[in-house]
């Protein structure tokens, strides 16, 4: 006779079977469905053949510019029972349904290197709240050098090939130490409900959470990113492709800021080549600068963004900074106490914006778009300078069928809070 387990919801006590291979989480999850779709009937199912993971594949389908990814598609659901196993799944040319069921830790595991990192006046903290950051880096022309030691696991990402869905289990999946790497032509790739943290947050250059540099097809979706030496995403010079970051929290709380203020600064740096970003419904919070940054002097580059319903909140810095070769629309974000909600160099680089500044403004997209935009709206921030370069909305009308809807911008911090980060599927 199996074991019972008992659990008590609002004062009523629930009975399960201990399903094999899930984990007291997972059935937590599996009981919190239940409430949100209707308990099944558990005397149809035999316990000691239930896989957990049929509660974990992918949840939703890609949408914004990334609509079409479908990472491993019906490739089962497995989960890795190794760091060499996890590696190799993630980086072979298998399409795979990943699930990631636990901490997978690799702090520790490609050892340290001892040596000299460059302290230099914007990583040295005088009455800050916080330390500052000390680069790793070969020379350090503007600074002193210091002893440091830090992790090389998180130096080296792992490369993500193609056709992956890589999706955490309930609250449980974080990689721990070590970032993912999407280059080389790899594409049609899933990342969804994972935590990544841990990247050497003492040492600017000390590991990046999710890099695309020659990547296409990417979905990055309800993931957290925290406690990172450099970029939370960051593309190369190479093509980041089309992307949609979606539901994703971005938590800056640090004990090492570069701005010496408790919040970190290395953000989100998309400069690719040719790049078409969906940034929807992401929660930013206690950052202090690239929040994002995008675009680049390189005149081979071509970006468009649509940033739509994102909550930004406590930003002791900036939050979107421009570059040239950039077309940007912007409409239903929130900005609850940032300082600089748009830098003034975005305003003179030469970057096209639309930022639906007024009732005006949103009522123009409708010629291009086919609907009227959604204001931005600010609380106890800095100023939302008005830019409506024409051309955005121009370019973006090639582009409709990837424009996505939105809610009212009244709307956002409740619903991005509720809903973004891991675990909120």
């Known amino acids: 006779m199996h074991r019972l387990t008992q659990l008590m919801i609002f004062g009523i006590a ?20 239940g409430l949100r779709e209707g308990l099944p009937d558990l005397n149809d199912v035999d ?32 989960a890795p029972s190794s760091l060499e196993e996890l590696a190799e799944w993630i980086t072979d040319d298998t399409p795979r349904t990943i699930l990631i069921d636990r901490t997978w830790d690799f702090v520790g595991t490609e050892g340290t290197t001892s040596g000299q990192c460059c302290s230099t006046r914007t990583t040295t903290c005088e009455g800050g709240t916080s330390a500052g950051q000390a680069s790793i880096q070969d020379t350090c022309d503007d600074g002193t050098w210091v002893d440091c030691t830090y992790d ?15 999706v955490g289990v309930g609250s449980d999946g974080v990689l721990r130490g070590k970032g993912l790497r999407v280059i080389d032509g790899n594409s049609n ?21 999710i890099t695309l540099d020659g990547s296409d097809q990417v979905w ?33 709380v640090t004990d090492w800021s570069a701005g010496c203020n408790g919040k970190h600064y290395w953000t989100m740096l998309l400069i690719g080549e040719e790049d078409y970003y969906t940034f929807s ?28 319903n994102n909550y930004f909140q406590n930003i002791g810095g900036h939050a979107f900074d421009i570059d040239t070769n950039t077309w940007v629309l912007l409409e239903g974000n929130y900005f609850d106490s940032v300082d600089t909600p748009l830098t003034e160099t975005s305003l003179t680089s030469g970057a096209l914006i639309y930022n639906v500044p007024t009732v005006d403004s949103a009522s123009a997209c409708s010629a291009s778009l086919g609907y009227i935009c959604e204001w931005n709206r600010l ?12 051309d955005v909305l121009s370019v973006a009308s090639q582009y409709t069928d990837s424009l996505i809807g939105h809610v009212g911008v009244a709307e956002v911090p409740d619903d991005v809070v509720a809903n973004a980060g891991v675990g909120k599927l």
Request: with cysteine; glycine share 12%.
């Open 220 to 252: 990055i979706d309800h993931n957290k990113f925290s406690l990172a030496g450099r970029q939370f995403i960051v593309s190369g010079w190479g093509p980041a492709g089309h992307v949609t970051i979606s539901h994703n929290e971005f938590d800056g």
């Open 14 to 33: 629930f009975v399960a079977l201990p399903f094999a291979g899930c984990t007291v989480s997972e059935m937590w999850e599996m009981v919190k469905q």
């Open 379 to 390: 609380a106890n921030s800095g100023e939302w300078p008005e830019r409506t370069d024409a």
């Open 281 to 308: 419904n992401n929660y930013v919070h206690d950052v202090s600068g690239r929040a994002p940054h995008m675009g680049t002097a390189n005149t081979d580059s071509t970006n468009f963004f649509h940033g739509v």
């Open 47 to 78: 316990p000691d053949n239930y896989d957990c993971s049929v509660k974990a594949q992918v949840s939703g389908t890609a949408f914004g510019f990334a609509a079409g990814t479908t990472g491993g598609g019906s490739a089962a659901a497995a």
């Open 152 to 166: 090389n696991a998180a130096k080296t990402p792992l490369q993500v090939g193609s056709n992956k869905s890589i």
């Open 189 to 209: 790739i899933i990342i969804q409900n994972i935590h990544i943290t841990q990247l050497n947050p003492e040492y600017v250059w000390g590991g990046d959470a």
